[in-house]
């Protein structure tokens, strides 16, 4: 294997790059993204650099001097548009091809947009470049918010713009925001952290439609959940609305669409490659072809997919001995890790839950739904055993039980809740 092209240059792109040198790869190594920035850190975009806690130099993963050790090529700001279906040629969009003998996916995922929400003042928030023109708005003035979602991003998102002080708030479709990750006990309690920052919560409906007036005309329904709809109309259109699904209108300055993401495998239709809301891949990141093999957003490992920061640099490791080896040697294996920070709360959560799982309060109180002063730990059980622990504000409690947990189910995986946005 004398060269090895990596498809996608952010975190685990980074990553695996770093990886091929540490186990011995010394040929030529390629490194394609579609963004022309070098690889950068998404995590703080919703919370610092949103804020204007941190510039975008805060950002960087790498610098210029590391870039220049790993001696690889770096093909930014062009996208992969095909994979032959032996794995050994990648195509690009620029009618370049690159010829290689291994093939690692990177390619990650992308934000899905609302349906016909192509107005002014409706962003998604996942690249770089996202982030920049959401900062561009919130700074004029106070505005009026809409979330849509109420998910990790989306009340991040809300934290960081009810500290600017714009009026905000998060519509979620289910009956409580996170819900299904951390049950309706501990939802519950996260859900007064939008009461604690001033952000109106409403929950149990979804969005028919966005609103929004062209020129200086009148508010109209722009956009709609159905399928393949398509907005009319002159350009230069502006978002005025919020339409729920029981008939309500949230008025809107800027909407906010965090509905989660969709992996890039477009570019893999037509290789042999097995494709499910992802890359399949074994236990270890290896494709059906054993000379391609994927990793972070974009990989579905042994069944899961995992938008995860962590699980974007620990799968490079197993993912290049793989690949070095020919086959498969190593599988990932790690018990999950994630935190979050909304509203100056630190919220940590690791192992794994199922929905028939109890959970009771370790330690802390909580007052009338909601957490007392100084947080809680909660430890989530079954038959007996601590399955999940999850904690707001209490380092380390939330530390020592989860080194508890470790001990009995494995090592544990740190992984950032928003992920790679």
Sequence with gaps: MRTVTVVGASL?????????????????????????????DRPPLSKDFLSGRADEARLALTDAEERAGLDAEWLLGVRARGLDARGRTVLLDDGRTVSTDGVVIATGASARRFPGDDLTGV?????LDDARALREELIHGPRRVVVIGGGFIGAETASSCAGLGHDV?????APLPLVAPLGPEMATLCAALHRRGGVELVTGTGV?????RSGGGASRDLGTTGPGHAQDGPAGRTVTGVELSDGRVLPADVVIVGIGATPNTGWLAGS????????????GCVTGLPQVVAVGDVARVGGTRSEHWTSATEQPRVAVGNLLAGRTVGTVTALPYFWSDQYGARIQFAGRRRTADTVRIAEGTVVDGAPGEGGFLALYERDGRT?????????????????????????????????NL
């Design 12 to 40: 685990s792109g980074l990553y695996t790059a770093r990886e091929l040198r540490a186990q011995g790869f010394d040929g030529r190594l390629v490194i394609v993204g579609d963004e022309a920035h070098a690889p950068y």
């Design 123 to 127: 962003h998604t928030l996942r690249t």
């Design 169 to 173: 708030i998060v519509v979620e479709a």
């Design 208 to 212: 028919a439609a966005l609103r929004g």
């Design 272 to 283: 042999t490659l097995a494709l499910q809301d992802g890359v399949l891949c074994d236990d």
């Design 387 to 419: 399955t999940a622990v999850l904690s707001m504000d209490r380092p380390r409690p939330f530390m020592r039980a989860r080194r508890q947990l470790a001990y009995e189910q494995g090592p544990v995986e740190q992984v950032e809740a928003t992920a």
